[in-house]
T-cell receptor
């Protein structure tokens, strides 16, 4: 069974600072997703990482994937208040014919002025 | 931009009642999913559906749950006899192919009293 662990689960940071969220998973997978969720809202897709060494950047967020280490990171550069949200990584699990996403517990990010 | 839609946005029901949650996936998508998120917790996979059949289901998806694609556009999740612990946000998702990105709907908040 695939397990996905995120850390930290809670992150309070000041505007302008940098930080990294980590996502480890226990079984081989060839794709990983990062989602953002605002309180009471749905999941907004941020990044799709499809291969070892994949790196994607959008604004102040950069995600990377190391399939050999079974590790993905979401790096936040010069945080701003608008980035406050919960961030989930989700690993594609081919347990059966269709596959599904296994989510981490999420990292609740709070960016303070 | 096409999106997944869900109705209702909020459903309140009494324990033991049946509920049907509705989803309209993106029109050219062929793979459908239901996930749930208990308040403050991670997103959990319930069931995947393709070609009018369940492809996979989690252990959460017991005999009280069923899914259906009653017509060419809707995808429904039925809970036959709701329990207090069914209270959660239920997300529908769809993808054009099983290995491609899943797009999530806005969710239905189910409250069982």
């Amino acid at each position: 069974e695939l397990k996905v662990e995120q850390n930290p689960l809670f992150l309070s940071m000041q505007e302008g600072k940098n930080y990294t969220i980590y996502c480890n998973y226990s079984t081989t997978s060839d794709r990983l997703y990062w989602y953002r969720q605002d309180p009471g809202k749905s999941l907004e897709s941020l990044f799709v990482l499809l291969s070892n060494g994949a790196v994607k950047q959008e604004g102040r967020l950069m995600a990377s994937l190391d399939t050999k280490a079974r590790l993905s990171t979401l790096h936040i550069t010069a945080a701003v208040h608008d980035l406050s949200a919960t961030y989930f990584c989700a690993v594609f699990y081919r347990g059966g014919s269709q596959g599904n996403l296994i989510f981490g517990k999420g990292t609740k990010l709070s960016v303070k002025p | 931009e096409p999106e997944v839609t869900q109705t209702p946005s909020h459903q309140v029901t009494q324990m033991g009642q049946e509920v049907i949650l509705r989803c309209v996936p993106i029109s050219n998508h062929l793979y459908f999913y239901w996930y749930r998120q208990i308040l403050g917790q991670k997103v959990e996979f319930l069931v995947s559906f393709y070609n009018n059949e369940i492809s996979e289901k989690s252990e959460i998806f017991d005999d009280q749950f069923s899914v259906e694609r009653p017509d060419g556009s809707n995808f429904t999740l039925k809970i036959r006899s709701t329990k207090l612990e069914d209270s959660a946000m239920y997300f529908c998702a769809s993808s054009v192919d099983k290995i491609y990105e899943q797009y999530f709907g806005p969710g239905t908040r189910l409250t069982v009293t």
